[in-house]
T-cell receptor, first 115, second 113 residues
Framework: GNSVTQMEGPVTLSEEAFLTINCTYT??????LFWYVQYPGEGLQLLLK?????DKGSNKGFEATYRKETTSFHLEKGSVQVSDSAVYFC??????????????FGPGTRLSVLP | DGGITQSPKYLFRKEGQNVTLSCEQN?????MYWYRQDPGQGLRLIYY???????QKGDIAEGYSVSREKKESFPLTVTSAQKNPTAFYLC????????????FGQGTRLTVV
């Protein structure tokens, strides 16, 4: 079946440091890939997405590129801020004839950014 | 504004009680999902529904029940058979026939007292 693996953290960085959170996936078809962010006590918010190979998703300074050859979708940001402290989830979705969309989430990576 | 509304935000349950968590969406999405999140853990799928009057068990359906009588609503009942119900519950919805993102509610935190 489909699966998503990501570094579990926690990741602790100083403000303005470079961020990379690795994400790799296993899928039988051609999934769409997503990064979600969760702030304490809240639901998940979509951060960025990519729907086909070599697509780059970007938002709020975060970027991730859909790499089919390495089955990866690593999240990067050049300069993190304290307000970026949250849990980040990598996810994929594909579609089956019988059951529509199927979402699979990674375990999440907690990021703490220190001033 | 379109979105997903979960209520209540906090819920307390006594041992042996059934409780129902509400999830309503006005995004005109066909598909709806319920996930459970435990502290420091990822999301586990409880139930999902791709169309009105139809739903499927997810990975951890035991002790839970759902209904999908209206497109907009997908309530989750946590029954007394669920032995460890204390968790954060998230409802989500998505379009069915396109591979697009899921939209999430703000969650309900359920605590057994």
């Amino acid at each position: 079946g489909n699966s998503v693996t990501q570094m579990e953290g926690p990741v602790t960085l100083s403000e303005e440091a470079f961020l990379t959170i690795n994400c790799t996936y296993t899928a039988t078809g051609y999934p769409s890939l997503f990064w979600y962010v969760q702030y304490p006590g809240e639901g998940l918010q979509l951060l960025l997405k990519a729907t086909k190979a070599d697509d780059k998703g970007s938002n709020k300074g975060f970027e991730a590129t859909y790499r089919k050859e390495t089955t990866s979708f690593h999240l990067e940001k050049g300069s993190v801020q304290v307000s970026d402290s949250a849990v980040y989830f990598c996810a994929l979705s594909d579609q089956s004839v019988n059951y529509g969309q199927n979402f699979v989430f990674g375990p999440g990576t907690r990021l703490s950014v220190l001033p | 504004d379109g979105g997903i509304t979960q209520s209540p935000k906090y819920l307390f349950r006594k041992e042996g009680q059934n409780v129902t968590l509400s999830c309503e969406q006005n995004l005109n999405h066909d598909a709806m999902y319920w996930y459970r999140q435990d502290p420091g853990q990822g999301l586990r799928l409880i139930y999902y529904s791709q169309i009105v009057n139809d739903f499927q068990k997810g990975d951890i359906a035991e002790g839970y029940s759902v209904s999908r009588e209206k497109k907009e609503s997908f309530p989750l009942t946590v029954t007394s058979a669920q032995k460890n119900p204390t968790a954060f519950y998230l409802c989500a919805s998505s379009m069915k026939r396109a591979v697009t993102e899921a939209f999430f509610g703000q969650g309900t935190r359920l605590t057994v007292v």
